[in-house]
């Protein structure tokens, strides 16, 4: 099934975890995306591998900034029909507090959208969305 195909029966079914399939770093990273209210919302489960400071523990900032950045570009995926997975122009990342060795959830919304470039700002949190653990604002490339 072509990545096109994917797109087209998660928009259909309502099940965007067949992006994940399509994506091999999105499956690396173990990525659940479930639909809430229309919005989808993306889950990280934890993994012993993600941690960056054993003292704390926390999250490395990297499985955080990767996350929130998928997060953002499901968010576009599934708000646009566009057949390509949207590029990444820049992307800048505001951690806001260490990430817990806990389950991990983040979403993103659409600012702005043009013809060939889309701005989306995405935030990520654990227990409670009002206690974000990171920020995001993205542009990619849709053509």
């Known amino acids: 099934m072509s990545f096109h195909d994917r797109i087209v029966e998660a928009r259909e079914t309502g099940d965007f975890n067949r992006l994940v399939e399509a994506v091999p770093y999105f499956e690396w990273l173990g990525l659940q995306i479930d639909l809430q209210n229309g919005q989808p919302i993306c889950k990280l ?35 646009l029909d566009t057949p390509k997975l949207p590029k990444t122009i820049n992307i800048t990342i505001e951690y806001l507090r260490p990430g817990r060795p806990v389950d991990s959830f983040a979403t993103g919304l659409i600012t702005k959208q043009g013809r060939r470039v889309a701005n989306v700002r995405a935030e990520a949190w654990q227990d409670s969305r009002d206690q974000p653990i990171a920020y995001a604002n993205a542009h990619f490339l849709l053509a």
């Open 45 to 79: 489960p934890f993994r012993d591998m993600m941690i960056g400071n054993p003292m704390l523990p926390a999250l490395h900032g990297g499985v955080t900034g990767a996350f929130i950045e998928s997060a953002a570009i499901v968010s576009l995926m599934a708000a």
